[in-house]
């Protein structure tokens, strides 16, 4: 723990001297545009328009420093002949010219996100900076030359991967020699894969799949960030956790636009905070939706039951079915989505009736009077009521939402479905979104597409922005004198309009719907329902994607049970299998209980080899009162394995239902155990950073920790994920799994048991 103290001591002064960098330059810069703008605009043409080029040169130069303030340092390279380099998210140098930090654009940067162990490229040690504000909170670091281990870099200065890797350096001979060429051949394969197609990436626990994954997203993004930095990259995990708990590595992608999400929030605005039993999850994942929805949508385009009368400037017309059902099918040919198609409807259909009003009145009718006739058409309450009842415009929400509050609805929408089947889908109008909802809402949302109405309400208000904007610049320029011939109004206007705040491209796609990716990489990628895919892959166009994942570790009843069965009705062939075999981040011990009861169970398990032999991995207690017990053991494993300086992570695994009465308990248990000093430090922890948790398997999922309480196996193995979610809750630590039960265990727990 010294050693890593020492090394963020070291860090912070380092990262400490480039903001003081950064702050100079900032002073420097504004103190220049503030001189260019205090000349006015006097002199001749010429030098007005290298003012203002000076002007503008400035504050694109303000802009770009202040828009660095977070993560300015993200990284560092440690290379062979002795050199330091860090990289970050502009170039910085000191007044001799020597440069401080390294543009992760730049060619020097390269082999923060090229290299690996079997292609090092120089590099002995990369090491990603966690930063909050500009005080540094962590490092995770990769070895990739592991020779360095016993050539000036201590282990206990490593963190993260690169410590656990260190571990295994250190008794490189034999068979361990093999395993650590093992790891770094899979890794390497992985990582330096092509871009096209989809590469799934299926490993046991362990096998450090998710670290595979960001490194391989980092290195695409460099060497493809003219392709990727203008569409982005979409990282979807299993939780907002878990996605908290990456995001330590994501400042190594550098500038470029990644959108990090889960599937309950991948559509913008929409809060999908309820949850749906397995049943229900499973019903909602099926393919059948796809064609349900369809069905859905265009029972809202509607013929209606007979003829309507309606009366405009006192001439009798009727709404005609025959005219409304021409009217849909000449919509539907336009082959647009349902509120889009609408406008062809609404057309087709006040064209119709002004021929019947030319008829019924016998009139020649100029072009300004089928205009005014469609106004007041369009203005008439029979006629609206009755164009909207044969298409009415809707929202994903509406649509979904009815299709489980109304029974006719859903009988209409899903034929297939068996009536024990609808029953278990109603619920009311008002109950909160699932996250098994939302890939039904976005296919809705493809094929209803969006309101013209607001579009065009959107377009208006827009127009009359401008229009202020520009008579602003017009007495802008008359009340100063200042444009001189040299700018006009309409230029002025425009500068305006720039000048708002700058999206980067994770913003403008995270808010955007129908933004398409360049890449994709999805993490835990067997939790999702055949829905969920279609929802996913219609994001990447391409059909570039990193699927990382293990079937065996399937806790969702919509989940994959197998690859093909998962991904061949969304990618046909176009994706290939790589795996991982080899488990480096879990002790052999509990790694190999875990394989035993998978097995046991019947999970589709990976081949797997355990390389890490920690002593006392494995502890099995049967106790009277496991969840009495599993907070005292909890607060002993925090005293051994929770440092002060953030360092640290235990965990409780229980059932979700014991989940809350055990996070009273173990507050009073560190209490007693490490004192209320250190029990109101970590009381006030953020979520994300808290080192002592009580969890679910499914709340775990992705996640590890040095050390974990297991309570009562028999009893998650009974839960909503079954034996995927036990053997999730089995493999999540690092250094020491202690499993609490009073009654017998499942089988595998112990050898021949």
Do not use: C
Not at 228 to 248: C, K, T
Not at 501 to 506: E, G, Q, S
């Amino acid at each position: 723990m010294a050693g890593r103290q020492d090394e963020l001591v070291r860090e912070q002064v380092v990262v400490t001297r480039l903001y003081d960098r950064l702050d100079e330059l900032r002073a420097t810069t504004r103190e220049r545009l503030a001189e260019v703008r205090r000349e006015g605009p006097s002199g001749s043409p010429q030098n007005r328009s290298e003012r203002d080029a000076f002007a503008t040169l400035y504050a694109d130069r303000v802009a770009q420093l202040d828009a660095v303030e977070d993560r300015l340092a993200f990284g560092r390279l440690d290379l062979d002949g002795g050199e330091v380099r860090y990289v970050g998210r502009l170039g910085l140098a000191d007044d001799e010219h020597r440069t401080l930090l390294t543009d992760w654009r730049a060619p020097a940067a390269q082999a923060f996100y090229r290299a690996t162990a079997l292609h090092p490229d120089g590099v002995r040690r990369r090491r990603h900076v966690v930063t909050t504000g500009r005080a540094v909170t962590g490092f995770e670091d990769e070895v990739l030359d592991l020779d360095a281990v016993t050539d000036g870099i201590e282990v206990s200065s490593l963190s993260g991967e690169g410590a656990l890797l260190a571990s295994l350096a250190t008794r490189r001979t034999g068979r361990m020699a093999d395993i650590v060429a093992t790891i770094q051949g899979e890794q390497d394969r992985i990582v330096r894969d092509d871009l096209g197609g989809a590469l799934v990436v299926q490993g046991g626990p362990g096998t450090g799949k998710t670290a595979v994954a960001l490194h391989r997203a980092a290195y695409l993004l460099y060497a493809h960030r003219r392709v990727l930095e203008r569409s982005g990259v979409l990282l979807v995990g299993p939780s907002r956790a878990f996605l908290r708990y990456i995001d330590q590595v994501l400042p190594s992608l550098g500038e470029t636009g990644v959108v990090s999400t889960t599937v309950a929030e991948l559509l913008p605005g929409l809060r999908a905070d309820g949850v749906d039993e397995g049943p229900v999850a499973e019903i909602k994942g099926r393919l059948l939706w796809r064609s349900a929805i369809h069905r859905a949508v265009r029972a809202r385009e509607r013929v209606p039951a007979q003829d309507v009368p309606v009366r405009v400037d006192g001439v009798d017309l009727e709404i005609r079915r025959r005219d409304v059902r021409e009217a849909i099918s000449r919509a539907r040919r336009t082959h647009k989505p349902h509120n889009e198609a609408r406008a062809t409807f609404v057309r087709e259909m006040l064209a119709r009736l002004v021929d019947q009003y030319r008829e019924r009145t016998d009139s020649e009718l100029s072009d300004h009077d089928v205009a005014v006739l469609n106004e007041d058409l369009r203005a008439d309450r029979d006629v609206r009521v009755a164009v909207n009842l044969a298409w009415f415009p809707l929202t994903p929400e509406k649509l979904v939402a009815d299709l489980w509050a109304k029974p006719h609805r859903l009988s209409e929408a899903a034929p297939e479905l068996t009536p024990a089947e609808r029953r278990l889908l109603r619920r009311s109008p008002d109950a909160p979104w699932t996250e098994s909802d939302v890939p039904l809402l976005d296919e809705a949302a493809e094929l209803l597409g969006v309101d013209d109405s607001v579009a065009r309400a959107e377009a208006r208000a827009a127009e009359a922005q401008r229009a202020s904007e520009l008579e602003y610049a017009r007495s802008v320029l008359e009340s100063t004198g200042a444009g001189g011939g040299m700018v006009d109004a309409e230029t002025l206007a425009a500068r305006f309009a720039e000048s708002g705040p700058v999206l980067t491209t994770a913003e403008r796609a995270a808010s955007d719907r129908s933004w398409t990716y360049g890449h994709v990489v999805v993490d835990e990628a067997q939790e999702l329902s055949p829905m969920a895919w279609h929802a996913i892959v219609r994001r990447v166009p391409s059909r570039s994607l990193t699927i990382v994942g293990d079937v065996a570790q399937t806790s969702s009843a919509a989940g994959a049970s197998s690859w093909p069965d998962a991904l061949d009705s969304v990618l046909r062939d176009g994706w290939r299998l790589s795996e991982l075999t080899v488990s480096y981040r879990t002790p052999a011990a509990v790694a190999d209980a875990a394989q035993r009861v998978a097995t046991a169970a019947g999970l589709p398990v990976s081949p797997l080899t355990a390389a890490r032999d920690v002593p006392d991995a494995l502890e099995i207690d049967r106790v009277a009162d496991p969840v009495g017990t599993a907070a005292r053991r909890a607060a002993d494993l925090a005293r051994e394995y929770v440092a002060a300086d953030g360092s640290g992570r235990v965990a409780i695994i229980a059932t979700q239902d014991t989940v809350a009465a055990l996070r009273t308990r173990v507050a009073a248990a560190i209490t007693d155990v490490l004192g209320p000093a250190e029990s109101a430090r970590l009381a006030g922890q953020r979520p994300e950073d808290a080192q002592v948790v009580v969890t679910s398997p499914r709340e775990a999922k992705g996640l590890e920790y040095d050390a974990v309480v297991l309570v009562e196996p028999v009893d998650v193995a009974a839960g909503p994920g079954r034996w995927g979610d036990l053997y999730v809750a089995m493999t999540r630590p690092t250094q020491r799994l202690v499993v609490l039960h009073a009654r017998d265990l499942p089988t595998g727990f112990v050898h021949g048991g």
